[in-house]
């Protein structure tokens, strides 16, 4: 069995369905659909598996003629797609007559020498059967006719595929550590991304909002596998759209609740701004590892120590609601501090993994409360009488029961978290908890108040983050 995934290159021109294809394949909404042309600006990548079988599918954004230096970053993206790739399907248009567009990119893959599909999409719309003929003067075989709304002729290019590449699996890695660069658009995520790659995977321009889908990959940092997804940036208030935007700011909250940890980044020449601070707060929200980048280091003339020093307390003023949040000043350009990031990184990975034992928390509880009891109302004042830490949550969770616990004041919640990380430490990670009336039946290790985390914290996460837009 082969330990090499294949791997699977979606082409074609703009808007012909290749990102429609590449989630129905993957029965997720992985990709942006939209009918505008030209939405898939990135190579974005997934596996996929059919029959057993494990492979990558890659959908590239839409072929075009390269009319400024943006456009031929993304032709040069396609080409190395395509160089890479083990497998090529060409997509073309069932109810569009075969245009220049169409030839120029089975053109190129077939001179990849590599097996080349074509994939004869949306056969739905065409007016005749005996239309798509046509297709068969493009040189390919196999041809394989196909509708993805209706799902027809997925099977059949999956049967068809799997006969072409070997066989080959990939388990999940449950030691491997997500990371997601998230910011305002043009603040250089995409940048990070590639220095932290050590290739050309995402497309960098001066253009704000390159970046519009979770784009991947997956490296090696001393024996540790990070896998690492630059997003689109989330815009100011009234700047999102509907449609693409829209989806760019969904498919962040989802890189943030896919993440262990989130790198936070900040641009120099526009320190911490309102809308970095509403991420720093849906990052804290979601109980994710947290890392504060200021990017484009590079970019400030005269700089020395003294200019970081001054510039770190005002950073860290204005994100004082993560205080356990470690702050680096870089620059992708230079490669100042970048390696440092991966070291950062997975000691926060595995802070986050740390265990306090029952007994340990209930000393220190009572040590915490002696040293400053909780206020509250007459006849109605919190007392906490033990605490537990949650078995089966990847953030580091408490609970701690007791009576009137409702009264417990916002402040006193703070002063706990902030003795606990004294005490435990907890460097570079959310910390969550919770305070539960003792008479309220509850399993150990799960939330009562949270019945379904999965579920319902990307909800509040996401409506809370909509609103605010």
Same mark, same amino acid.
């Given at each position: ?209 390159? *970046? @519009?889908?979770?784009? =991947? ?5 001393? /024996? $540790?596998? &990070?896998?690492?997804?630059?997003? +689109? !940036? ?119 993994? *740390? @265990?306090?034992?029952? =007994? ?5 509880? /009572? $040590?915490? &409360?002696?040293?400053?009891?909780? +206020? !509250? ?93």
């Amino acid at each position: 069995m082969s330990k090499k995934l294949p791997i699977v290159a979606i082409v074609g021109r703009a808007n012909v369905g290749k990102s429609s294809l590449f989630n129905a394949i993957l029965q997720r909404r992985e990709a942006i659909v939209a009918r505008e042309a030209g939405t898939t600006r990135d190579s974005i990548t997934a596996k996929a598996s059919w029959r057993g079988q494990d492979f990558w599918l890659v959908d590239t954004a839409g072929m075009k003629d390269a009319t400024d230096d943006f456009e031929f970053t993304i032709q040069e993206q396609i080409l190395q797609a395509a160089d890479s790739a083990d497998v090529i399907w060409v997509v073309v248009e069932a109810d569009v007559l075969i245009t220049e567009e169409d030839r120029r990119v089975a053109t190129l893959a077939l001179k990849s020498r590599k097996p080349v599909f074509l994939v004869v999409n949306k056969v739905d719309k065409a007016r005749r059967e005996h239309d798509l003929d046509a297709f068969q003067r493009l040189g390919i075989k196999p041809i394989i006719h196909t509708a993805t709304t209706q799902h027809r002729g997925i099977g059949e290019l999956l049967d068809t595929l799997i006969e072409q590449i070997p066989n080959a699996t990939l388990p999940d890695n449950p030691d491997r550590i997500s990371v997601a660069l998230l910011g305002r658009p043009n603040v250089g995520k995409s940048a990070l991304f590639n220095a932290l790659a050590q290739k050309q995977q995402a497309i960098v321009a001066d253009r704000a909002g390159t *970046t @519009r889908d979770i784009n =991947r990959t997956s490296v090696r940092y001393t /024996g $540790q596998e &990070i896998e690492l997804m630059d997003t +689109a !940036g989330i815009r100011r208030a009234g700047k999102i759209g509907q449609g693409i935007e829209h989806f760019s700011v969904v498919r962040t909250l989802s890189a943030i609740e896919q993440a262990d940890v989130c790198l936070l980044l900040i641009d120099v020449n526009e320190l911490a701004t309102g809308l970095d601070q509403k991420i720093a707060g849906l990052i804290k929200e979601a109980g994710k590892g947290l890392v504060l980048i200021v990017s484009k280091w590079d970019s400030v003339e005269g700089k020395d120590a003294f200019t970081r020093d001054a510039l770190a307390p005002q950073v860290g003023t204005a994100f004082d609601f993560v205080p356990w949040a470690p702050l680096i000043f870089t620059s992708s350009v230079t490669g100042q501090n970048v390696t440092k990031i991966f070291d950062l990184v997975m000691q926060i990975a595995e802070t986050r993994k *740390t @265990r306090v034992t029952t =007994r340990q928390l209930n000393n220190w509880l /009572g $040590q915490v &409360i002696i040293k400053h009891p909780p +206020a !509250g109302l007459k006849n109605r004042a919190p007392k906490l009488n033990y605490m537990v830490q949650e078995d089966d949550n990847p953030t580091p969770a408490f609970k701690i029961f007791g009576s009137h616990t409702k009264f417990v004041h916002w402040s006193y919640r703070r002063y706990l978290e902030r003795e606990l990380r004294q005490a435990f430490g907890f460097e570079g990670t959310s910390v969550e908890i919770w305070f539960i009336e003792k008479h309220v039946a509850h399993k150990h290790g799960n939330s009562p108040t949270r019945p379904d985390r999965s579920d319902v914290q990307r909800d509040i996460i996401r409506k809370k983050t909509l609103r605010k837009q």
